[in-house]
Nanobody, 121 residues
Framework: QVKLLESGGGSVQAGGSLRLSCAASGSIERIDAMGWYRQAPGKQRELVARITSSDSTNYADFVKGRFTISRDNAKNTVYLQMIGLKPEDTAVYYC???????????????WGQGTLVTVSS
């Protein structure tokens, strides 16, 4: 079993910054792509940013230039540095990973429990 634990959410004023972290734990053989998604009230969950095991990244247009995704493969951890936050960034942010478990060997899509980011104007 593989689990993801997010941290770093909170409340900030517009223009502020936050850094989210997400650590994978459990019986891990390998973590492939990791990413961050978000879901605002009444809206569908959407991709924010994604990073592969070789550090190739892609971002949603609405965060380009403001958010940066990175990862520490030795720690099985992914980060999301957010600057220039806007009220419309308010959402629950979810970590996602494509993982291979060790015992039993299985390919898994794993989600974290989510962390709330609130940006006030």
């Amino acid at each position: 079993q593989v689990k993801l634990l997010e941290s770093g959410g909170g409340s900030v004023q517009a223009g502020g910054s936050l850094r989210l972290s997400c650590a994978a734990s459990g019986s891990i053989e390998r973590i492939d792509a990791m990413g961050w998604y978000r879901q605002a009230p009444g809206k569908q969950r959407e991709l924010v940013a994604r990073i592969t095991s070789s550090d190739s990244t892609n971002y949603a247009d609405f965060v380009k230039g403001r958010f940066t995704i990175s990862r520490d493969n030795a720690k099985n951890t992914v980060y999301l540095q957010m600057i220039g936050l806007k009220p419309e960034d308010t959402a629950v942010y979810y970590c996602h990973a494509d993982a291979v478990s060790r015992s039993p060997v299985a390919y898994l899509e794993v989600w974290g429990q989510g962390t709330l980011v609130t940006v006030s104007s």
